[in-house]
């Protein structure tokens, strides 16, 4: 599996492609030239950039748990309370939730409800 910044550079490599491509795209339709398959080949570079988005949050989000696992054990080797450390990582995961929602805007976030505490 890549590395993360190596997907970065991926996803910016192609967004570059894609800008290129439409501009060629465009210059064919002014010159009355079909653009069909143009247009399937573009569709194909957007597809392969939402893989690599999927890819790179998903990297995000396993290293961002092992980062809180790893934070939770330490707090509570230092004598915090359970509820202290759920409480802390429920906001790192609203954090994250947030800036996922805010890097895929056209994918809906999952959203969950709070329980009630008996």
Do not use: W
Not at 74 to 87: C, K, L
């Amino acid at each position: 599996m890549p590395g993360i910044e190596f997907v970065r550079a991926e996803i910016q490599r192609t967004r570059l492609q894609v800008l290129r491509h439409r501009k060629e795209i465009t210059q064919l339709q002014r010159a009355g030239l079909p653009t069909t398959s143009a247009e399937t080949l573009l569709d194909r570079m957007l597809n392969k950039i939402d893989d690599l988005c999927a890819e790179r949050d998903a990297q995000l989000m396993v290293s961002e748990k092992i980062d809180a696992a790893l934070k939770a054990s330490a707090s509570r080797m230092a004598g915090a309370s359970g509820d202290e450390i759920v409480r802390r990582y429920r906001s790192r995961v609203a954090a994250n939730a947030k800036r996922l929602g805010r890097l895929n805007l056209n994918r809906p976030v999952l959203r969950r409800t709070r329980r009630s505490r008996k």
